[in-house]
């Protein structure tokens, strides 16, 4: 492009005196002196100060035309530093607008020894230097100078454009336009959400209805819907911001003075996008591999399904394993497994090198270590429970003060189902630490042990007191014949004996021994009512005036026989 620059003089002096002249005009503004000044020869002077070099400056500015970028100025040149240059060019492009009009503004650039200098209507704007080229991108000065004039050449076509009434018009219609359509496209959206949540709720309601075996309620439908409801939502909104965001890009877009803006919003959603597709390319490989390890660990699962099922259904077993562990040995072997594919498949996941991933994963060990000493002591004893086998499901124990049918046997605590419609649940860690009676567990047969203890004076004939419970004992429904019923006298104490009934009830339900117990009690006051002896603990104050002691002729009251007469 021709310009009304004036050509340089010849001599390497003279020429460096004519590019120092041509500076001090940039540096002082003089872009507005008179056009007769512009032609005037060069004075004699000496030769340029070594202030002509540009030097590189901690700092960088950017000159900027309507709201456009047109170069950044990386070094300090004349003593002016990036700041002052960029706000020295803008000026200077600014007066020759005003001056001549952006229609009659030319731009072109003049080759130097010290750079490239950039003319705006024949006068001198600014200077480029190789200093603010751009190093670490290996940019050249002349690839800085045409990027430059590109930017400085929209800049100016915007800046007539902007002073161009017709074209304005148009762009506010244009942007009604594009209005209008933002608020259709957004009111389709919104419909679109709730013919999709109506037709979710419907459907989920009818899944949920079939998920009710014998009325239960498997899952809560409000909750489902609650989360249908919440993931609707953020997809709607999502897209209303993905819309607001297209439309704000393109209504700037419409003007002059917004137009940059509009085309960095493209750019910044255009980028995104693109490092977001470029992400997911580059993790697929990863990605497929600890997939891989996952479809491996769940083939191993599977495999390993029909073994447990066959013995769980068996009613057998294998070794060690048997229906009582069939089941925790399953949920171990699953989880362990699971656990080796996930250590195996961390290094392939996306972010696992990140050091905010690594921080995460400190942090979570540290709150299980510190968290989660009580819960290995609850599940190292739930497993002491399963494995010694010291309870299984359906014995009747007494743990402590507590009795009960085992209800189920989970790895933090145990559930005892009591004769009395309540169910106890305690901890693993107190059944290993504490002792345990378990009475379904007989010498021979089926059922489980129960024990009566009362308290008779020694004026009543032991043998007769053996007797009575015995036949109490015959005479109560789910009392076993076989193996018999046993008396034992456990304590002599001060002022009685202690009698201890043993016998064997047959199993019927959670709640057997309880009936049974209560039975036996009524059919022991039945028959001690029956041979007139109270059921009673004397307590002596002082010497009774007769010896409290049986005879020999009573030795064998009734119902006692004697040993020839059995």
Partial sequence: MRTDFPRLPRGGIARLLFVAWALWLAAAGCSAAPSHARHAPPAAAEPAPPAAVAVPAGEEAELVLMNRK???????????PPHQRAERGRHAIVVQLERGGSDSVSVSVQPNPVGNIVLVGGQLAFVLTPEDTDKLAGESLDALTDATLAALRTALAESRESRDSKTLAEGLAVSAGVTLLFAILLYLLARLRGWIAGRLATAIDAHTRRLRPGGAELIRGERVLAAVGWLTGAAFWLLAAVLAYAWLARVLALFPYTRAWGEQLDDY????????????LETLPNLLVAALMFLVARAVVGLLKPVFDHVAG??????WLDKDTVEPTRKITNILIWIFALVMAYPYLPGSHTEAFKGMSVLIGLMVSLGASSVVGQGASGLILMYSRTLRTGEYVRIGEHEGTVAAITLFNTRLRTGRGAEVTIPNALIVGSATRNYSRTAGGEGFMIDITVTIGYDTPWRQVEAMLLKAARRTAGVLAEPPPRVFQTALSDFYPEYCLVAQAAPSGDAPRARVLSNLH?????????HGVQIMSPHYMADPAQEKCVPPEKWYAAPARKPDEA
Avoid: Y
């Avoid at 009524?522 to 029956?530: G, H």
């Fill in 70 to 80: 047109i170069v950044r100025f990386r070094a300090t040149f004349l003593g002016a």
């Fill in 269 to 280: 959603l255009l980028g995104v996008l693109a490092r977001l597709g470029l992400g997911i």
């Fill in 314 to 319: 068996s009613g057998g077993g294998v070794g």
């Fill in 522 to 530: 009524a059919s022991i006051q039945d028959v001690f009512n029956e």
